[in-house]
């Protein structure tokens, strides 16, 4: 029976018209690195204080460092350590207290502590991320983590109404109305002086972010031949890891979180473009029984690739081309044994590797080193990433080297929780390989899940299963930031612990190296029938 792949080998399964489309969605996934990262630099605490005004005059009168002033208002740990309470202040009426330009010290202990009453200061260097203009600190500290969980809460919603929306009226009618809105709600972010509406339009951006990114993943996956699926949907996520090198240099660079977040949404206006640029998936429209026009498509892709297109087309529409198009439904998923097992132990590794990935790079902003830098190193490790997946599933498969990444993960998570803190480099050696295998887990995630699912429902069942990672976009903030204030590594044991389980799962999978994209879900249920 001829099947579509059949017809991409004919047509050329990856030549010059599969690379355009490739590199046309592909860089329309940077502003995403950015809108999903970006969390690290518009959300940063920095070092934040009670403020007194007394204190405050005190310090433009004798021209005090803020080191000095902070200790009139906080007590430190140390003379170079973190700071003590410092959602408190000392319980002290400064304008009654003996204070003069030449007071170096005083002796403040035993003196009782109070809430703060003027608000905070904040030690960030003529900078401005959306913690200080709100500040968003001490009690209000759980704000700043919803900035990130709204937009999870936006993936959540985006996962299932679009993957519905692709699979019923098509791939490249949700790129653009994605795209459009990600231009709309990002800028909407930037311009409101409303922290409650920030938190509204940031929902609203992952909605149409989620739509963005896995419509234009499904379409490369469906254009391209079997055996080029692999490497492009490696490299369609290699380029996410390379915005994350541009995203600390225009942090570094623009010292105010609105215009970062202007600079960051600004690409996605331009993608609208794709409509005149971009075709449909002829798959799809062959599920939809749209034949003619997948026909009409399939023609174009071998003449761009200056093929020849012989008849064996015809052999795919031999159903009644009058009859109703399947409809996609979530009940698919679950109906059948097997298609239900895949779909629970994806979604739970989609839930786990994106709880570890991102709380791994939000870990950057607490380790208290140089923001920027760190933060680059950690996205360094995400390209060697690409390199193991690509050397290892070509002669291993799909399902070892996905499971070795999740476990290898789990260790390393664990293993950095114990190491203490003054071995700083093998403590940053060992998270680095946590990062990198991380990514690969990530990065593996999303193609095996494409593979495992059939045509019909593949787009709605890969955004399905994702919305377990939506949880997990919603909760990363709290496990890191809180757990953190009780010990810094806890995070990393619970990240640990959850990815060695998901290791062990990934071996109830079937092997999908070699094996043709399943149309209908009796290719699922019925592999060699």
């Known amino acids: 029976m001829t099947t579509f792949d059949d017809i991409l080998e004919e047509v050329g399964p990856f030549a010059r018209f599969q690379k355009r489309i490739f590199l046309l969605l592909s860089v329309s996934s940077l502003s995403i690195a950015g809108f999903l990262t970006s969390i690290v630099f518009l959300g940063y605490t920095p070092d934040h204080w009670c403020r007194d005004s007394a204190v405050a005059a005190k310090r433009q009168e004798c021209d ?150 896995m419509s234009s993943y499904v379409l490369i996956s469906e254009v391209v031949g079997m055996k080029n699926r692999r490497f492009v949907g490696i490299m369609y996520q290699v380029f996410l890891s390379f915005a994350l090198l541009i995203v600390p240099l225009l942090a570094y660079l623009i010292t105010d979180w609105r215009w970062l977040q202007v600079v960051i949404t600004a690409p996605t206006g331009m993608f609208l473009v794709y409509y005149w640029f971009v075709p449909e998936s002829p798959r799809w429209l062959l599920s939809q029984k749209k034949f003619p026009k997948a026909l009409e498509i399939t023609k174009a892709i071998a003449k761009e690739n200056k093929k020849k297109f012989s008849s064996n087309f015809e052999a795919l529409t031999t159903d009644d081309d009058e009859g109703d198009a399947p409809s996609a439904s979530i009940l698919d998923l679950f109906r059948t044994p097997n298609m239900r097992k895949y779909t629970l132990i994806l979604m739970y590794i989609w839930l786990t590797t994106e709880v570890v990935y991102q709380g791994l790079i939000m870990r950057v902003g607490i380790a208290r080193g140089n923001l920027y830098i760190d933060f680059l190193i950690s996205s360094l490790m995400e390209l060697p990433a690409c390199l193991f997946i690509l050397f290892t599933v070509e002669r291993m498969g799909r399902r070892i080297p996905f499971c070795a990444a999740n476990i290898v993960t789990g260790l390393a998570c664990l293993i950095t929780a114990f190491i203490p803190e003054n071995m700083y480099w093998f403590k940053t050696v060992v998270g680095s390989i946590g990062r990198l295998t991380v990514t690969m887990a990530v990065e593996m995630v999303v193609f095996v899940n494409t ?48 990815t060695l389980v998901g290791g062990g799962l990934i071996l109830l999978l079937p092997e999908t190296k070699g094996v043709p994209l399943p149309e209908t879900i009796d290719d699922i249920e019925f592999p060699n029938r």
């Open 451 to 498: 593979e495992l699912f059939p045509t019909c429902v593949r787009n709605l069942g890969v955004s399905f299963c994702s919305t377990s990672c939506d949880i997990g976009s919603i909760v990363a903030p709290f496990v890191l930031y809180r757990l953190a204030t009780v010990w810094n590594d806890l995070p990393l044991i619970i990240f640990g612990g959850i």
């Open 64 to 213: 005090w460092s803020l080191e000095h002033t902070r200790r009139l208002t906080v007590p430190y740990s140390n003379t170079s350590g973190p700071l003590e309470n410092m959602c408190t202040q000392y319980d002290l009426d400064w304008n009654t207290t003996a204070l003069s330009c030449s007071t170096e010290t005083l002796n403040l202990t035993g003196v009782p502590v109070t809430a703060c009453k003027e608000g905070w200061e904040f030690d960030y260097e003529g900078r401005k991320s959306f913690v200080t203009e709100f500040t968003l600190v001490c009690s209000d500290a759980w704000l700043a983590d919803m900035y990130q969980s709204s937009l999870g809460v936006g993936f959540l919603f985006g996962s299932v109404a679009f993957g519905y929306f692709s699979d019923k009226y098509g791939r490249k009618l949700t790129i653009v109305l994605a795209n459009m809105m990600n231009f709309i709600m990002g800028i909407a972010v930037a311009v409101i002086p409303n922290y409650t509406c920030i938190l509204l339009f940031r929902a609203f951006l992952g909605f149409s972010m989620k739509g963005s990114w």
